[in-house]
């Protein structure tokens, strides 16, 4: 018998059933004759650099990796080597936009500028406070929280007063802007308008009627582009939080009960620190939503082709508890290149380890319930069907299965060996794993030392009449 893996079931203390995601593996999907799909290790992260400060964020801008760490705005070359440009004050998250000639840093409440050889700040008192920074047709537009405030066209330094634009549909604050397809989308928190260049007297950009979208984001970080939409966490007035997509006036929702729930577990001061980001690369589209203390993952074309959303989760910790160390990830150098969220390292992402800055780190998956209506099974024997040898030289990986008769307490586990290096030909059997009069779920783990993408999980049951 079959078991799906995809996502799996545990329960509690509100007399839930609550579905269990993936950790630190990430679903592929494509047919191999043994199933359609089959989970692998997420991306491990692999140091090579150190810059001056903890990162707020980064950018690729000209074929080159900028990136704000501590107080400083630094070059990252390919190599790794890092090259401080000048001060950025503030330990905020900042955001990086770009123009034709010139790079936007948007930090500290301030906006700056780099022209590629020296750093300026815009000073002109009526730019105001700014909370976050797009470019749009020769434009630099920035918000305060309550108006939309742009540049000269021949003075990217200098803001006229008179030229002052509002977000006014609801009197929700402007938490953050976004641009696509050439417009811009004012991030309310409740709603979302949008606007486009008329080149009228005053404030150049309109407000597109019929565009808006009756929900909003929880904060200035919580969204970006994805799908050619706008992805958000957030809602609409008298709504819980969610994860939504929107575009011409209309939105969906991608986030399911499970992740409705986790968000719950925040409160709304939390929520608006966490951020967005999207990444395309191979066959996977992914909205990662970085929540304080781990990260949750949506596979837009794996929910696609599986026609169910699929979600999973990263940590760097050995148990799944903590944050994943993965801050800002940014396409530059033919990789996709991240720094830590607990120190000054810098790095990539690599599918040859899946240890995080050279740290060993942990992986779990749990099964749907099994159940006979209520007659009772003995299960003989547990096998993944796998691809193992792959660790490191000199590793000696275990992995362990465990189970659950109720959803919350477990089993002790049940270890066994994972291959090492070289031994392709491993299988992972556990045998004589008892009975259940009623339903059970099954759970399985290891970490990053045993490197190994399991395809499918096949049981041999014995039905009872209990």
């Not at 810059?51 to 801008?61: A, H, K, M, T, V």
Request: proline share 4%; hydrophobic share 40%; glycine share 10%.
């Amino acid at each position: 018998m079959q078991i799906p893996i995809i996502s799996g079931v545990f329960t509690d203390g509100r007399a839930n059933f609550r579905t269990s995601y993936p950790l630190n593996m990430t679903p592929v999907v494509q047919p191999q004759g043994i199933t359609a799909g089959y989970l692998r290790p997420a991306e491990g992260i692999i140091q090579n650099g150190t810059g001056p400060g903890l990162d707020r964020g980064g950018i690729e801008w000209d074929g080159v990796l900028y990136r704000v760490m501590g107080t400083s705005l630094v070059r990252v070359d390919a190599n790794g080597t890092v090259t401080t440009l000048g001060t950025i004050p503030g330990a905020d998250r900042v955001v990086m936009v770009y123009s034709f000639d010139r790079l936007a840093i948007a930090a500290d409440g301030k906006l700056f500028y780099w022209n590629g050889a020296t750093l300026t700040q815009v000073t002109d008192p009526d730019l105001g406070t700014v909370v976050d920074v797009v470019w749009v047709d020769g434009y630099f537009m920035t918000t305060d929280g309550e108006f939309l405030v742009v540049t000269e066209l021949t003075d990217p330094t200098a803001v006229d007063p008179l030229k002052y634009g509002s977000s006014e549909i609801d009197p929700d604050p402007v938490v953050g802007l976004v641009k696509l397809r050439n417009e811009v989308y004012a991030i309310n928190r409740h709603t979302i308008e949008v606007f486009d260049n008329v080149g009228q007297a005053g404030f150049p950009f309109e407000r597109v009627q019929g565009a808006q979208i009756t929900r909003g984001s929880i904060g200035t970080h919580a969204n970006c582009v994805f799908m050619d939409q706008i992805a958000f966490v957030g809602g609409g007035q008298n709504e819980s939080i969610g994860v939504w997509l929107g575009i011409n006036g209309n939105s969906a929702k991608i986030s399911t009960r499970e992740v409705d729930t986790l968000l719950a577990e925040y409160t709304e001061a939390q929520l608006a620190g966490l951020f967005l980001e999207a990444r395309v690369d191979k066959d996977a589209m992914e909205l990662y939503v970085h929540l304080p203390d781990k990260t949750l993952v949506y596979d837009a074309l794996a929910s696609q082709a599986l026609q169910q959303p699929v979600w999973t989760c990263r940590s760097s910790s050995l148990d799944g508890v903590g944050r994943w160390r993965s801050n800002r990830l940014v396409y530059a150098y033919g990789r996709w290149n991240t720094a830590d969220t607990q120190s000054g390292a810098i790095g990539y992402l690599t599918d040859t380890v899946s240890t995080h800055w050279g740290q060993t780190i942990g992986w779990r998956f749990d099964t749907q319930i099994l159940y006979n209506d209520s007659k009772g099974v003995i299960v003989h024997d547990l096998e993944l069907v796998a691809l193992t040898g792959r660790t490191a030289f000199g590793k000696d990986p275990k992995i362990a299965t465990q189970y659950s008769l109720d959803g919350i307490t477990y089993s002790q586990p049940k270890w066994i060996d994972a291959g090492k290096q070289g031994d392709r030909a491993k299988r992972l059997v556990w045998m004589q794993q008892g009975a259940f009069r009623n339903w059970r779920v099954q759970r399985f783990f290891g970490t990053s030392d045993a490197f190994i993408t399991v395809a499918r999980l096949e049981a041999r049951l014995e039905g009872l009449a209990w």
